[in-house]
């Protein structure tokens, strides 16, 4: 198909499932509303209007937690966070197990004192010297990348008005790159937006 940039060849990044991954440029529109302090709502549009995941969930007690769900609401991803730690650590795991065994990936900032935003991904746990994956940004912006090794996986930019942010609304645009998991990048998003939530 003329004009249409497919990508054949290259390594399939899955995290979640091979049904999140697509042999060409993606982009998704993230939109949040704010219901209360605690607790945000997240749905993510393709470019066609299609709803492709969403997302509920806040806080509770000492610790975070946000279910990303699909269209129809079935329980894909638990993101489980811990609030009062020095080095903001997740783990999210399949559906809305809680089992270490169905844990598919953890995450922690690369240092407790950043100068700017990076976390390091594992799969699994936080048992290997080096991450799977590494996300850097800027620490005054929500927008990031997200890389295995220097391979660009992902972009993700955040837009930002003074009106939608009185309204309870933002919005984020995600860019993301053939052959990748498109869930695995949205779950990284809800948790530096969490952790860069007061």
């Not at 993230?30 to 549009?45: D, G, H, P, T, Y």
């Not at 066609?48 to 806040?58: E, H, I, T």
């Amino acid at each position: 198909m003329e004009g249409t940039p497919w990508t054949y060849g290259i390594p399939s990044v899955s995290v979640i499932g091979d049904g999140y991954c697509f042999p060409y440029p993606m982009e998704l529109i993230v939109k949040k509303r704010i219901r209360k302090l605690s607790n945000a709502q997240f749905e993510i549009f393709d470019l066609s209007g299609n709803l492709r995941l969403q997302v509920d969930g806040g806080v509770w007690n000492l610790n975070m937690k946000r279910i990303i769900r699909d269209p129809a609401g079935f329980p894909i991803l638990t993101l489980r966070g811990k609030a009062l730690t020095f080095w903001h650590k997740w783990k999210v795991y399949e559906g809305e197990s809680k089992d270490e065994n169905n844990c598919l990936f953890s995450i922690q900032q690369s240092h407790p004192l950043q100068i700017k935003k990076e976390l390091h991904v594992f799969l699994s746990n936080y048992k290997k010297k080096d991450p799977d994956f590494h996300v850097t940004g800027s620490y005054t912006s929500l927008s990031f990348k997200v890389y295995k090794g220097h391979r660009l996986l992902a972009e993700v930019k955040h837009t930002f008005s003074m009106e939608s942010f009185y309204k309870g609304k933002e919005k984020y645009r995600i860019k993301v790159y053939p052959e990748v998991d498109y869930a695995f990048i949205v779950a990284l998003l809800l948790i530096i937006d969490e952790n860069d939530t007061p």
